[in-house]
Every structure is written in structure tokens, then in C-alpha cells.
């Protein structure tokens, strides 16, 4: 009985482990990150992956963040969010406008600019799949604030 427990135990932690979102701080004077993601990071049907980045910048900023998406079967419809907000206990305020993609490529790059400065410190892209039962791959991210 406690095998199949810690069994239980075992697949739930790796599953939990699959579903992870990303999420990374910018350190120092560093003002820009990227990386790529891997054959898991797959968003399927009604499904929203988050990616948080933290900027402990003291001077109002900019943002700038491009993704690029590949579709992985049919023609599934994604958007894309930029949220952003001062403090951890603070309440995510929008940044711009959604941004929706239709997979009808085999795949594409997003860009959401902000050119107003605010004084957020954490930022979370949010990508949302529609209901249909098509998969979109999330393949590239790349976050960079400015001062202005």
C-alpha cells in the first residue's frame, strides 16, 4: 500500500513538474532576457502558459516582448497578454492591447511593444489557447525593458 502511494505521490510531482510555466528575474543592470523552450512546452486546447519576468528597476520603464508560436496540428487560435504590476501582492494591470493568432502558418512571431513608461516590477506574459482541440508549441521568448 505505501508503494502505490508513493507512486501516486511520485507521478503527480512529474506531472506538476511538466505543467510548470517559466519564470525569471533580471538582475543588476541587466535589462533584457531570452531563451528557448523545449519539446514540452506545448500549449493545448483551453490551456493559458504564463511567463513571468521580474525587473527590480526603480525608474519608470518600457517594454518590449516578442514570442514566436508554432503550430502543432490544425489551426488553433492563441492570444497573447502582457500584464504588469508594482508589487507581488498588487493586482496585475493589462499592458497594451491582446494580440491573437490564428495557426493557418506553420508558425509566427508576436510582438506586444509599450512605448508609455510605467513603474511596474513584474511582468507575465499570459498565452491562451482556444477551445478547439489543436496544440501550438511556444518556442522562443525574449522580454527587454528601457528606461526613459
Do not use: C
Not at 504588469?84 to 512571431?109: C, N
Not at 489543436?134 to 526613459?148: K, L, S
Request: aromatic fraction near 10%.
Amino acid at each position: 500500500m505505501k508503494k502505490i502511494i508513493l507512486l501516486l505521490m511520485l507521478s503527480v510531482f512529474v506531472i506538476g513538474l511538466q505543467a510548470q510555466d517559466k519564470s525569471v528575474k533580471l538582475r543588476g543592470d541587466n535589462t533584457y532576457t531570452s531563451f528557448s523552450f523545449d519539446d514540452g512546452d506545448i500549449i493545448n486546447a483551453s490551456e493559458t502558459y504564463s511567463i513571468e519576468v521580474t525587473a527590480n528597476k526603480a525608474t519608470p520603464l518600457t517594454q518590449s516582448m516578442r514570442i514566436k508560436l508554432d503550430s502543432i496540428s490544425g489551426t488553433p487560435t492563441v492570444s497573447v497578454d502582457l500584464w504588469g504590476k508594482p508589487f507581488d501582492s498588487d493586482i496585475y494591470e493589462k499592458i497594451g492591447s491582446t494580440v491573437s493568432w490564428t495557426g493557418t502558418t506553420a508558425d509566427t512571431t508576436i510582438h506586444v511593444l509599450n512605448a508609455t513608461a510605467n513603474r511596474f516590477r513584474i511582468f507575465k506574459t499570459l498565452i491562451t489557447s482556444d477551445a478547439n482541440v489543436q496544440n501550438v508549441a511556444i518556442e522562443e521568448f525574449e522580454f527587454f525593458v528601457r528606461q526613459e
